[in-house]
C-alpha cells in the first residue's frame, strides 16, 4: 500500500498579484472613507436643524459605513501577513470577522431605528422638509460615488461586500430619506420622515441577514456557495482507476480561499502520483480548487469487486 499525500497550494506569481489586487481594494476603499467622513459630519448639523430622524439615522448608518471600511482595511491588513508558528493559515480568516460584525451592526441599528422610528410615527416633530430634502440630494450623489469606488475593489471577499453592502443600504436610505423631505416640504405629511427611517431599517436587515448567513457557512466549514459536493464526489469517483473515495472534506478558509481533502483508494494497478495530480488538475480547473490535500492509496486487492473495475460509480461522500 502506499501513502502519498499532496499539497497544491498558489504558487508565489499568484501570490504576488494578490498583493497587487490588495493594494489596488485599499486605494479604493479609502477613497470612499474619505467622501463618507467629509459628508457625514455636515449630515449631523443638518439633521439637528431639520430635527429630522431620517438623516440622523442616514449619518450614523454613514458613521457605521466608515466603520466598516476601517474594519476592512484593517482586516485586509491582517490577512496579508504571512503564515506564521500555531497560525498555519495565517489571518486570513480574520476578513470573516470582519464581515460578521459589519452584519451584526446592521440589524443593531435596525432595530434601533425600527423602535425610535415607531415613536415618531406617534408623535411626530416638526420636520424642515427642505433642509431634508436638498441634504439628502446631495447625499445621494456623495454615497453614490462612495458605492462605486467600493465597487471596484474585489466584492468576491466577503470583507469587502460587508462594507459594500453597508454603503449600498446607505444609498437607499438617501433615496428614501429625499422622498420623505419632498413629502414633508409639499403636503406637510411629518410621518413621512418616520416611514422612510422604517424602509431604510428594513434595507439594513435585509443586508445583515446575507452577511451574517454568509459568515456563518464559512465558520461552520460549509462548502463554498456555487461548489456541489456530490458533482465533486461523482468526478473524482470517474477518474480511471479510482476504486473509492472516503472523508472528502470541502470548505473555505476565507472568502474566495476553498480547500478539499479526500482519501482515494485505487486499483492496485494505478500509478498514485499520477492519479493524484490527475485530479488536483481536474479539481482546479472545473472547480477552481487549487489548494487541495489529497491522501492516494492502493486498495487491498481483496476488497476490490471486479464489476468496480470496469467502470466508475457514484458513491455519496463520507
Excluded at 64 to 74: F, G, H, Q
Excluded at 104 to 110: H, I, K, P, Q, Y
Excluded at 295 to 301: F, K, L, R, T
Aim: charged share 20%; proline share 3%; aromatic share 6%.
Amino acid at each position: 500500500m502506499l501513502d502519498d499525500m499532496h499539497d497544491h497550494d498558489h504558487d508565489h506569481a499568484g501570490g504576488h498579484s494578490h498583493a497587487i489586487g490588495a493594494d489596488a481594494d485599499r486605494r479604493w476603499l479609502i477613497g470612499a472613507l474619505s467622501l463618507i467622513l467629509a459628508f457625514m459630519a455636515g449630515e449631523v448639523v443638518v439633521g439637528l436643524i431639520a430635527r429630522s430622524l431620517a438623516l440622523l439615522s442616514d449619518a450614523a448608518h454613514m458613521l457605521t459605513d466608515a466603520a466598516a471600511i476601517v474594519l476592512a482595511l484593517i482586516a485586509m491588513r491582517l490577512a496579508a501577513r504571512p503564515a506564521k508558528g500555531n497560525f498555519t493559515y495565517g489571518l486570513r480568516r480574520v476578513e470573516i470577522l470582519s464581515a460578521q460584525l459589519n452584519g451584526v451592526t446592521l440589524w443593531a441599528l435596525a432595530i434601533v431605528f425600527v423602535v425610535e422610528a415607531i415613536d415618531r410615527f406617534r408623535n411626530p416633530p416638526d420636520v424642515s422638509g427642505g433642509l431634508v430634502l436638498a441634504t439628502a440630494v446631495v447625499g445621494i450623489g456623495v454615497n453614490a460615488l462612495a458605492t462605486w469606488c467600493v465597487s471596484r475593489a474585489d466584492r468576491r471577499s466577503l470583507n469587502v461586500e460587508g462594507a459594500f453592502q453597508h454603503l449600498l443600504t446607505d444609498l437607499f436610505a438617501f433615496v428614501a430619506t429625499a422622498v420623505a423631505g419632498a413629502i414633508v416640504l409639499f403636503t406637510g405629511w411629518a410621518r413621512a420622515d418616520a416611514v422612510a427611517t422604517l424602509l431604510v431599517a428594513l434595507s439594513m436587515a435585509w443586508a445583515g441577514w446575507g452577511l451574517l448567513r454568509d459568515s456563518w457557512r464559512v465558520f461552520l466549514e460549509a462548502a463554498p456557495r456555487g461548489l456541489d459536493v456530490a458533482a465533486i464526489d461523482g468526478d473524482l469517483h470517474a477518474v480511471d482507476g479510482v476504486v473509492d473515495v472516503h472523508d472528502l472534506h470541502v470548505w473555505e478558509v476565507t472568502s474566495g480561499f476553498p480547500n478539499l481533502s479526500a482519501h482515494l483508494l485505487l486499483a492496485s494497478d494505478q500509478d498514485c502520483h499520477a492519479r493524484r495530480e490527475q485530479i488536483a488538475a481536474l479539481l482546479a480547473e472545473r472547480y477552481g480548487i487549487q489548494h487541495t490535500t489529497l491522501q492516494v492509496d492502493h486498495a487491498q486487492a481483496s476488497l476490490i469487486d471486479p464489476a468496480e473495475l470496469r467502470g466508475p460509480r457514484t458513491q455519496t461522500p463520507h
